[in-house]
């Protein structure tokens, strides 16, 4: 019987410095597609304030869709796959127009030419009253004359091309587009769609019951 000779067994098992370099390259593809996905496709967020309660809680973890205005690539100043407007009632993530490095969440009332108008805290949209916001609250029963405050009242004014009328849904308590004015749609990081984790931080226990709760 023949019997292999031992370079023939060394050619037999693969060099360990391949191995080593597969692995490094299995590694490397994994970051890459995650940083991609991260940049393009989903981007994770945390509520830290309680503008949007009671949709969304403090210390909640919600998950973004990048793609869902169009893809925004760097330097085209506007989405260039795909690229739509935003809804009215699209919870959306974009840079405060104050201060680009802050993230802020807010819902879409008014989209490019819309006339929205505030009287006595009823949003009214074309001259007609929205009645179908089961999801926005009031804290405080007091209300402030124009004068005083746009919290309450305010408008008429119509929403410009390419701009965006928001309001966090803790309608008494949200800093919005009634005190710093429209948002820029080249400005959008996406759509908020779900919530993939929960803190409560006065209990210091997990709200289990929210965890992938779909964001409407």
Known sequence: MKTQTSAENMQMK???ASAWRENVEAIVIAVVLALMIRTFAVQAFKIPSGSM???LQIGDHILVNK?????NVPFFGEA????KMPGH????VFAYPEDSSKDFIKRVVGVEGDVIEIRDKQLYR????VRDESYAGYIDP???RRELSPRDNMGPVRVPEGKLFTMGDNRD???DSRFWGYVDIRELKGRAFMIYWSWDGERMRPRWDRLGNFIS
């Open 173 to 175: 308590s949200s800093s």
């Open 14 to 16: 693969p060099p360990k």
């Open 142 to 144: 007091n209300i402030y």
């Open 53 to 55: 309660l009671e949709t």
């Open 80 to 83: 260039v796959l795909g690229g």
């Open 126 to 129: 074309n001259g007609e009253a």
């Open 89 to 92: 009632g699209d919870v959306i």
């Open 67 to 71: 793609l869902a205005y169009g893809l």
